[in-house]
C-alpha cells in the first residue's frame, strides 16, 4: 500500500443542527468560522463509508490491503475575546481486506468527534467485520457483524449481525455492477431528546444493496452503492424502512495526484425517537500519493 496526504474540505450532518436564536447569531459565526477551519485542516483520504470502499479500489490483485487515518485538531481561533470559542476534533479510521484465496475478510472501523465549547456536536462511531465466501463467483455468501453509535443524535449502541447472498451480474474491466439480498437481526438504544427516556428496539430486517463501479475515461471514475432496509415492528405495528448509499467520484489527474468527491446519506421513514430523519455527508479534497 502507498502511503498517502490529503487535505480535504467537508460539510458533516449540518441538517442536524437547529436554529440558532438571532441574539446569538454573532457567536454562531465565531462557531460555524471554527468548524470550517477544523475541517479544512484534516489531513484523511475521500471514500465511501461503507464496508464496499476496500473493494471499490481498483488494485484488488494484492491479498492484503490497508488504509489507517488518525487525525487530531484542537484550537481557540475566536473572533471575539469576550465570547472565546474552543474547538477539538478528532477523527479514526482504519480500513482492510484480507484475501489470501477463495474468501475475503474485511473490517472497516472509524470514528468521529468534534467537541465546541465543552459541547459535543459531533460523536460518531462503527466497526464493521465481513466474510464473502467464494468472492470470485458469480454467486457468493457473505456473514457480517457490526458495533455504532452517533451520540450525538441518541443511538448507543446499534449492534447487528446477518448474511445475504451476492450476484454479480457484470464484470468487466470498465464496469463492475453487482446486487445483494439478505436478512440480519438489528438492537437499538435510543435516547429520546425530549422525554430523555431510553427505548431499546429488536428487529429482523431484509437487506438488499446494488453497487456499481464505472471507470468513464482514462482519469475518473465513478463508484455508487445504494442499501435498502425494512423491517417489522410488532410493538409499534409499523414497518420501519431505511435507504442509505454513496456516490464517489474520483479524478486521477497524474499518477500521484488526484481530486476526490463524496457524498453519503441515510434516510429512515419512522425512526424510533423524534430525529432528524435525512442525514448526509459531502466531502471533496485534494490526494497526493507518494
Known sequence: MEPFFCVKSSWRYLCRFRPFPKRASLKFIHIALCIVFTFLIHTVQGQ?????????????????LAKGILSLNANNRSASEAEPVQVFGINTALNALYQPGQHAYIFVGQTDYLNINDNDVLNFGFAHFRINFLRDRKISYEVFSQYSYDAFRGLDPRLLGGGSIRFQLIKTEKADLEISTGAFYEHETWKNPITEEFVEVGLWKSSNYVKYQKTLNDIID?????????????????????????????TQFTRILSLNTTFDMSYEDKPIVPVTKFIFSLKTGLAVNF
Do not use: C, M, P, W
Open 48 to 64: 465511501i463509508l461503507n464496508i464496499e470502499r476496500l473493494r471499490l479500489e481498483k488494485d484488488t490483485t494484492k491479498s492484503f
Open 222 to 250: 465513478l463508484n455508487t452503492i445504494i442499501y435498502y432496509q425494512v423491517g417489522y415492528d410488532g410493538g409499534a405495528e409499523v414497518f420501519r424502512h431505511r435507504v442509505s448509499g454513496s456516490v464517489n467520484i474520483n
